[in-house]
């Protein structure tokens, strides 16, 4: 029968004083590293939340301040925005009725929600204002120039984390300041809460520029202070406000008896 070799004394030696050292670097190796975590929902998630933050102070933050309203095509417009310190509001609006011809003022106040025809081309009677409702309340599509939303109703959009709204960080265009967010609409509802585009803010929460498919709205100079009320811009009468459709034109090639026998 053969007889197997046996390991030596040395080798067995040598055996024992490998095994403990290569236990050793076993426990010795750092744990795997975990794999690193995505930063895009927290990016997303803190610029949303920036944004929320900036538009609760600009919903607080009073003050008197002048906007200059730019269109492709149109000569710009100089907005005048009120935020009175008992919470009533007032946008003056050069060119928001009739096609661009009439200027209105629209305010809300503790009374309900206005609009004042004020003297212009298109309207040279003496200012007068028309009630549209409570101050709360939305004003009719015919009627809205739109241009004081992002100064007004749309910071509740921004503030609401309910709302289907996609925020990122975005670069200030050119001629804004402030810091500023790109802002999507996730719905897809043909009524968007807000109008699509770039919002900045200044850090107290003055609105200081928006860019979106209708224009740019532009803080002009550093706001002033804020009175305690705002004022209509004229007395309030029973009429018709003024929508923002052009009026139709009348033919002058046509006499008013054409047709008649």
């Given at each position: 029968?053969?007889?197997?070799?046996?390991?030596?004394?040395?080798?067995?030696?040598?055996?024992?004083?490998?095994?403990?050292?290569?236990?050793?670097?076993?426990?010795?190796?750092?744990?795997?590293?975990?794999?690193?975590?995505?930063?895009?929902?927290?990016?997303?998630?803190?610029?949303?939340?920036?944004?929320?933050?900036?538009?609760?102070?600009?919903?607080?933050?009073?003050?008197?301040?002048?906007?200059?309203?730019?269109?492709?095509?149109?000569?710009?417009?100089?907005?005048?925005?009120?935020?009175?310190?008992?919470?009533?509001?007032?946008?003056?609006?050069?060119?928001?009725?009739?096609?661009?011809?009439?200027?209105?003022?629209?305010?809300?106040?503790?009374?309900?929600?206005?609009?004042?025809?004020?003297?212009?081309?298109?309207?040279?009677?003496p200012a007068r204002c028309v009630r549209l409702g409570e101050r709360d309340d939305a004003i009719p599509r015919k009627l809205d120039?739109?241009?004081?939303?992002?100064?007004?109703?749309?910071?509740?959009?921004?503030?609401?984390?309910?709302?289907?709204?996609?925020?990122?960080v975005a670069a200030t265009p050119k001629g804004l300041t402030g810091a500023c967010y790109s802002v999507d609409s996730t719905s897809a509802s043909l009524n968007a809460p807000l109008d699509v585009g770039i919002y900045c803010f200044d850090p107290d929460g003055t609105p200081t520029g928006v860019r979106t498919g209708a224009g740019t709205l532009r803080l002009a100079a550093p706001p002033g202070a804020a009175p305690p009320t705002v004022q209509l811009a004229g007395p309030v009468v029973d009429g018709e406000p003024l929508g923002t459709a052009a009026p139709p034109t009348s033919d002058p090639s046509i006499s008013p008896s054409a047709g008649t026998s």
């Open positions: 029968m053969p007889v197997l070799n046996r390991p030596s004394g040395r080798l067995l030696g040598l055996l024992v004083l490998a095994l403990p050292a290569a236990l050793v670097a076993c426990d010795s190796a750092p744990p795997p590293s975990p794999p690193p975590a995505d930063p895009g929902p927290v990016q997303v998630d803190g610029a949303r939340d920036e944004l929320a933050a900036l538009a609760a102070a600009a919903q607080d933050r009073h003050l008197v301040a002048q906007y200059v309203f730019g269109r492709s095509g149109q000569a710009d417009r100089t907005i005048v925005f009120t935020s009175a310190n008992d919470g009533s509001w007032r946008v003056d609006v050069p060119g928001g009725a009739l096609g661009g011809t009439a200027d209105v003022s629209l305010a809300a106040t503790a009374d309900g929600l206005f609009q004042c025809a004020l003297p212009s081309t298109g309207h040279p009677e120039p739109r241009i004081q939303h992002p100064l007004t109703d749309w910071l509740d959009v921004l503030t609401d984390r309910r709302a289907p709204l996609a925020v990122a």
